[in-house]
């Protein structure tokens, strides 16, 4: 059983980014400069933010970070995006979800200009994904692909399963398995809440990515012998033998099925820190359109 290390493999990515950009600096070029609007003081959102603005100093990114309060009006934030979006210092942005109720979640997400969306969200990009077409991939898909194609692992042929079908991470992550790529060529099965017969599904399947937000769901009696494991999933569970009273968990019951695992990532460590550096990858990408 091989441990797909995500903490390890995002280093190598940001250093990679850290070369390119000191090669930037030489050259006379302004580095990348990402930003992003935190509204209210939402403690995971805040964790989020915080690393994002830590890795742009890491790899010598320029960052902004705009802080709102939680009763920010959508009016004004939609006023803070177009501010972003006419500033030509500002490569990409994200705006951090989720967002207090007052605010239309697809209202912000549309109102943010595709060239900058380095989330990958707008419909424009996620439409451009689905046929194929060179754009902005969703960070967490994107280190997906990034981690299965570093350690090498076959997809080609693959039976896959997608467990949950987000916008953020389970959809496109379906649509980007069955593509023509490098970690691709895939048979894709998508599960959700309503599908029956789910034993029988995952046990045939050669590669499952969990992402439904349901701690431990995914079991050893669940899976087949070698199967191939991407889990998502980010849970704090009660631990009273913890200092902080908690353990984080993922989708998947590691103990369990890690016994009968090809590759499989840990929870933490695996997906989380790619999704941060394919997040930079996406600036620099946005970078680079703006030389353009």
Do not use: W
Not at 40 to 58: E, F, H, Q, R
Not at 118 to 139: E, I, Q, R
Not at 149 to 175: A, C, D, F, L
């Amino acid at each position: 059983m091989t441990i797909l290390d995500g903490k390890k493999t995002s280093n190598d990515i940001k250093e990679e980014i850290a070369d390119h950009v000191k090669s930037m600096v030489s050259k006379g070029e302004r580095v990348p400069h990402l930003a992003a609007i935190l509204v209210g003081s939402d403690g995971a959102s805040m964790t989020y933010v915080n690393a994002k603005v830590k890795a742009c100093k890491l790899v010598g990114f320029n960052s902004t970070l705009v802080e709102l309060p939680e009763y920010t009006s959508e009016e004004d934030l939609l006023k803070k995006i177009n501010e972003l979006n006419t500033d030509d210092n500002i490569d990409g942005f994200i705006v951090q979800l989720p967002l207090p109720k007052q605010i239309d979640e697809q209202k912000v997400l549309m109102a943010v200009n595709p060239n900058k969306d380095v989330d990958g969200f707008h419909p424009t990009n996620v439409g451009k994904m689905a046929l194929s077409l060179p754009t902005f991939l969703p960070a967490t898909p994107y280190g997906i692909l990034e981690l299965l194609e570093r350690y090498q692992v076959e997809t080609s042929g693959k039976n896959v399963v997608v467990m949950g079908r987000s916008h953020i991470v389970g959809r496109p992550m379906s649509i980007l398995m069955s593509q023509k790529r490098k970690a691709g060529d895939a048979t894709v099965t998508v599960v959700h809440s309503r599908s029956k017969n789910l034993l029988e599904i995952t046990k045939k399947a050669d590669i499952i990515v969990a992402a439904i937000g349901i701690s431990e769901f995914l079991t050893g009696d669940m899976v087949k012998d070698d199967v191939v494991i991407i889990d998502v999933g980010i849970t704090r569970v009660p631990d009273a033998t913890k200092k902080n009273g908690y353990r984080l968990a993922g989708d998947v019951h590691f103990e369990s099925v890690s016994k009968k695992a090809s590759y499989i990532t840990p929870v933490p460590g695996g997906v989380g820190p790619m999704t941060i550096a394919m997040l930079l990858k996406n600036t620099l990408l946005a970078r680079e359109k703006h030389i353009i």
